[in-house]
């Protein structure tokens, strides 16, 4: 089955940008999915399809998608974006949606 | 959008339990449906999936043959019947709209909690 790694977490200071790795083989391949989960609530979609944003997401969202690995990038680090995240695809081979392991976030 | 799921509870492993998605604030019936739940201080985990039309369906290996995911395009509902239940199913369910031309997901409901427990 189609695994994607996540490394556990992230520290950024505010203002400062923070990069999230989701491996995977081939991952350039497919569409990738980001989404942010802060405690207690359910996830939202940050962005989908490697690199578009849905609306009322900021643009200091973004992402990008190659070879092995595809990369969420968060500029300019605000408090609230202290949260997990998450990668997801689609694995056409057996038509199963998949996670990856999930990013802690944390804002210093 | 709205998605808001029913049905959780309390059971007893070997029990069986169905969940219920009520859609609201879009054409449900052209949309395919999802299912992934959060097993406590866990990630998330897709279980299943259903296409617009109930034409295609997918079921994660860890819960194959045991739940079966449906939908009433009438009723603007999704469900979960989940069979023979495990203590390793305990966790919040959350149903999931898909993205139009995509795979990705862009509404979640608030989830519902299944705790089996002995």
């Known amino acids: 089955s189609y695994e994607l790694t996540q490394p556990p977490s992230v520290s950024v200071a505010p203002g400062q940008t923070a990069s999230i790795s989701c491996g995977g083989t081939?991952?350039?391949?497919?569409?990738v999915h980001w989404y942010q989960q802060k405690p207690g609530q359910a996830p939202i979609l940050v962005v989908y399809?490697?690199?578009d944003r849905p609306s009322g997401i900021p643009q200091r969202f973004s992402g990008s998608n190659s070879g092995n690995t595809a990369t969420l990038t968060i500029s300019r680090v605000e408090v609230g974006d202290e949260a997990d995240y998450y990668c997801?695809?689609?694995?056409?081979?057996?038509?199963?949606?998949?996670f990856g392991t999930g990013t802690k976030v944390s804002v210093l | 959008v709205q998605l808001v799921e029913s049905g959780g509870g309390l059971v007893k492993p070997g029990g069986s339990l169905r969940l219920s998605c009520a859609a609201s604030g879009f054409s449900f019936s052209s949309y395919s449906m999802n299912w992934v739940r959060q097993a406590p201080g866990k990630g998330l985990e897709w279980v299943s999936s259903i296409s617009s039309s109930s034409g295609d369906i997918y079921n994660a290996d860890s819960v194959k043959g045991r739940f079966t995911i449906s939908r009433d395009n009438a009723k603007n509902s999704l469900f979960l019947q989940m069979e023979s239940l495990r203590v390793e199913d305990t966790a919040v369910y959350y149903c999931?709209?898909?993205?139009?031309?995509?795979?990705?997901?862009?509404?979640w409901g608030q989830g519902t909690l299944v705790t089996v427990s002995p």
């Open positions: 399809d490697d690199g």
């Open positions: 081939n991952i350039g391949r497919k569409s």
């Open positions: 997801q695809v689609w694995d056409s081979t057996s038509g199963h949606r998949v």
């Open positions: 999931a709209k898909q993205i139009g031309g995509s795979s990705g997901f862009d509404y």
